[in-house]
């Protein structure tokens, strides 16, 4: 049910928030669910550890109030998604607000509010509340609803500090990039990054980096001073996948440098090996520089 106050007040943009009320309400976004053999490779990154997570609600309440439509979530103490234009959007949680469409990822689109839902996961200490949907506009068609993009407040420490952590779900993952590794005393996020495409133009291959969620914002996790990170291969002679531990993250790092975080930099293979290569024998030049000068080995980074 749509509300509406201050009549008057809301004449001179009855306009725009008609096509935005339409657009909000009228279109249909398709559930896909991920390849399962796909994501039972995917789950290897969380190494069997399971956060408890539950679903809140996936109604929401659409509200205008003084020229800005409200998507209220149905359930207590909720984060509320805010929009005052098809530009401007926010999310307003214990009164204060955040940016919806701006992060270190580039600018997000809106959410559509019928793909709306509301997750809760918990970690030992604290935890976290989820408002998450699919795009808008370029990001509501064809292969483009494969991308989720997650809101997400860690809200279990104090009422009156909240962090909040803009991310983004590819290969139709959802809230699955979400999780807690081993002896992490944070909630993690699994970046997948598309790095390989078959004959067929279908994505075979992707970078996946692993960050921490903590006070200091959105930052990598790492191992041995080394950031964590896999590639999650298709085999071509079959439907199953792999995940590979890996020291490098050539297209992820092409995208970061060039600010292009949903497009693939489809590098040449020639290229994407050289890349490989070189940072393999990095590292190995840099194992050999530390045996030399006697340095011990590092001992694994706490994942806080």
């Given amino acids: 049910m749509i509300k509406i106050k201050s009549p008057l007040k809301l004449f001179t943009r009855a306009i725009s928030l008609a096509g935005l009320l339409i657009t909000s309400t009228g279109l249909y976004a398709q559930t896909n669910a991920p390849d399962p053999f796909l994501l039972q490779a995917f789950e290897g990154v969380w190494k069997m550890e399971r956060s408890a997570t539950t679903l809140i609600t996936e109604r929401v309440d659409t509200q205008v109030d003084d020229g800005i439509l409200r998507h209220e979530p149905q359930a207590k103490d909720a984060p509320v998604y805010l929009r005052e234009s098809y530009e401007i959007g926010e999310i307003e949680y214990r009164r204060k607000k955040y940016s919806a469409t701006q992060s270190q990822w580039g600018s997000f689109p809106q959410l559509n509010p019928d793909t709306m839902r509301l997750i809760e996961i918990s970690i030992p200490q604290t935890k976290y509340l989820v408002l998450s949907g ?4 370029l990001f509501s068609a064809t292969d483009w609803q494969r991308y989720r993009f997650l809101h997400v407040f860690d809200m279990g420490r104090s009422r009156y500090i909240t962090n909040y952590y ?5 290969a139709f993952l959802g809230e699955r990039v979400l999780g ?3 002896n992490s005393q944070v909630l993690n996020y699994a970046r997948v990054v598309p790095a390989r ?18 006070r200091k914002g959105i930052t990598r996790t790492l191992e041995n001073e080394v950031p964590v990170a896999y590639q999650l291969n298709k ?3 079959g439907p199953l996948w792999t995940l590979t531990p890996v020291t490098a993250t050539p297209v992820a790092d092409e995208l970061d440098r060039k ?19 070189a940072a393999q024998e990095a590292q190995q030049n840099s194992k050999k520089n530390k045996r030399k000068s006697g ?10």
């Fill in 197 to 214: 495409w078959d004959a067929n133009n279908t994505i075979s291959g992707y970078e996946v980096l692993l960050y921490n969620l903590d």
């Fill in 134 to 137: 699919q795009g808008e506009n």
């Fill in 235 to 237: 085999n071509p002679e």
């Fill in 180 to 182: 807690r590794l081993p």
């Fill in 259 to 277: 600010g292009h975080f949903f497009t693939g930099a489809r590098l040449s293979s020639d290229e994407f090996k050289a890349r490989q290569l």
């Fill in 166 to 170: 803009p991310v983004f779900a590819e």
């Fill in 295 to 304: 340095t011990k080995t590092a001992k694994p980074v706490s994942q806080r």
